[in-house]
């Protein structure tokens, strides 16, 4: 019983990291620019297809072909791969804000969401003109041979999974703290006219917001690839728990969104383990009893408006 538990639990990180990466760029997004991208699962989808394109690429093959038929790319062409595919997702995100966002930001009413949610149906239909609805078996940079440790076993790729979306968490906290971007992004956050003010470019710092906020769901489409396959609908359910797990920990507050995205996958893992048709049903009803006590989240704080 130990060793499955153990095993739950490792599972569920190496998932949650997908998940906190996501809730990480949504409370990115929102903080900066007040706004959603409710695309963001279509953005995981994309994510995970651009690298599997840019791999076969680089193997010689053509661009709308969904199989390497037993072809391993090396380590090199997992890299140049997952550079083309941030690149491109952040490219994306600049498409989004610049067309379906800063046209209606600071409007009545919630267009963006509409925009946003209409983007997604047309990248995800785009999509499925190149690549088809069939899901694409990705290979893994580090193999698929399971490590067995003390009676429990784990895919490499899990690993790579957890501890790429770890360094990612502390880079982006120490860029927040430390630097003077992560300075100009808490202004803007805190208050866009008075940052405004004081000669921060605000219009530049929403567009990074959303730059930044793609590419991590970029990348986490890139990793969670060789561990779910890869698909163009997988990314809905994942949006959707980092959504969720985002909600948890409270979109103010990146720390909270990523605690909440990890807690989410392992929560999910463990109900997995019990019984799997109650997974969905457990996962979203504890974020429906947190928002019911606690409406920012577990560690959000309270908005306050002066008149």
């Given at each position: 019983m130990t060793e499955a538990l153990l095993q739950a639990l490792i599972s569920g990180l190496a998932v949650g990291g997908a998940y906190a990466l996501v809730a990480l760029g949504f409370s990115v997004t929102f903080t900066t620019t007040k706004t959603l991208?409710?695309?963001?699962?279509?953005?995981v989808s994309a994510g995970a297809f651009i690298g599997m394109s840019a791999l076969l690429l680089i193997l010689g093959k053509p661009l709308t072909s969904t199989t390497f038929a037993g072809v391993v790319p090396g380590v090199g062409a997992q890299i140049l791969a997952l550079m083309a595919a941030l690149v491109a997702m952040g490219a994306l995100g600049w498409l989004l804000y610049v067309l379906g966002v800063r046209p209606f930001a600071g409007q009545p009413g919630m267009s963006w969401v509409?925009?946003?949610?209409?983007?997604g149906v047309v990248l995800e239909s785009v999509g499925l003109a190149i690549w088809g609805p069939k899901p694409v078996v990705v290979p893994s940079p580090v193999g698929d041979s399971v490590i067995r440790v003390l009676g429990i076993g784990v895919r490499p790729q899990e690993i790579l999974m957890?501890?790429?979306?770890?360094?990612?968490?502390?880079a982006f906290d120490l860029v927040m703290r430390k630097t003077m971007v992560g300075k100009m992004m808490r202004a803007v956050a805190a208050n866009g006219n008075v940052a405004s003010l004081m000669g921060i470019n605000t219009g530049a710092v929403m567009v990074g917001a959303f730059v930044v906020s793609s590419a991590l769901a970029g990348l986490s489409g890139f990793l969670i690839a060789p561990i779910a396959q890869a698909s163009l609908f997988m990314g809905v359910t994942i949006g959707l728990k980092g959504f969720s797990g985002a909600m948890i920990g409270g979109l103010t507050n990146p720390r909270g969104c990523v605690i909440g995205g990890f807690a989410l996958g392992v929560i999910e893992s463990m109900v997995n383990l019990w019984q799997a048709q109650w997974r969905e049903i457990a996962v979203f009803a504890i974020v429906i009893l947190v928002l019911a006590f606690r409406p920012t989240g577990l560690f959000g704080s309270r908005l306050v408006e002066k008149v």
């Open positions: 991208n409710f695309a963001h699962g279509e953005f509409m925009s946003t949610l209409g983007f957890l501890g790429v979306a770890v360094i990612v968490m502390i």
